[in-house]
Structures are given as C-alpha cells and as structure tokens.
C-alpha cells in the first residue's frame, strides 16, 4: 500500500508563497502522472492542478499563471505564488491509480490578509 505524504504548508501572508512537497512512502515517486487538489472550508474537494503521464498540465480554476507543478524521482511539488485568503485550504496530493487514487493526509495552508 502506498502512502503518500504532503509537507510544506504553514501560515503565509496575502501575496507570499508557499511550496507544497508530497513524497511516497519508499522513498521514489516513480508514478507517471500526478496533481494536487485543495478543499477549501465548507467546499467539496476540488482540482488546482496536475500533471499527465506526457508532461500535460491540468489547470484548476484557481490556479493559471499563480502555482506549478514539477514532479520529479522524489516527489511532486506545488509552487504558489501570489497567495490570496481565499486559497486557504487544506491541500492534498493525489496519484491517479487505475479508477482510484491514492491521496494524502492533507497539509493546512491559511493565507492572511
């Protein structure tokens, strides 16, 4: 069973960045593609952003031209930039298994005004 573990997130200003990393348990992240999602208070689980098995970025709504992703042996990684209040969520990567995925725990992002 693969687990997979977020670290990174903290309290950042509005405008601050934050880097989200997730590794997996083993040690190598050897899956081919990758995202992280975000669940905001009293919203549903929702996409920021991914990465195909062929190097393709999936945006979310919220995240054009503010966060990336890369993704490497390691870990897959969320650069965000120009935090608002409104990205305060707890984020959560995911690695598509199949009709299922495996998630982790979530890391606690808050952004202040």
């Known amino acids: 069973q693969v687990q997979l573990v977020e670290s990174g997130g903290g309290l950042v200003e509005a405008g601050g960045s934050l880097r989200l990393s997730c590794a997996a348990s083993?040690?190598?992240?050897?899956?081919?593609?990758a995202g992280w999602y975000r669940q905001r208070p009293g919203k549903q689980r929702e996409l920021v952003i991914s990465i195909t098995s062929t190097g393709l970025i999936i945006y979310g709504d919220s995240a054009r031209g503010r966060f990336t992703i890369t993704k490497d042996d390691a870990g897959v990684y969320l650069q965000m930039n120009s935090l608002l209040p409104e990205d305060t969520a707890v984020y959560y990567c995911?690695?598509?298994?199949?009709?299922?995925?495996?998630w982790g725990q979530g890391t606690q992002v808050t952004v202040s005004e």
């Open positions: 083993g040690g190598t992240f050897s899956f081919p593609a």
């Open positions: 995911n690695v598509p298994r199949g009709r299922s995925a495996y």
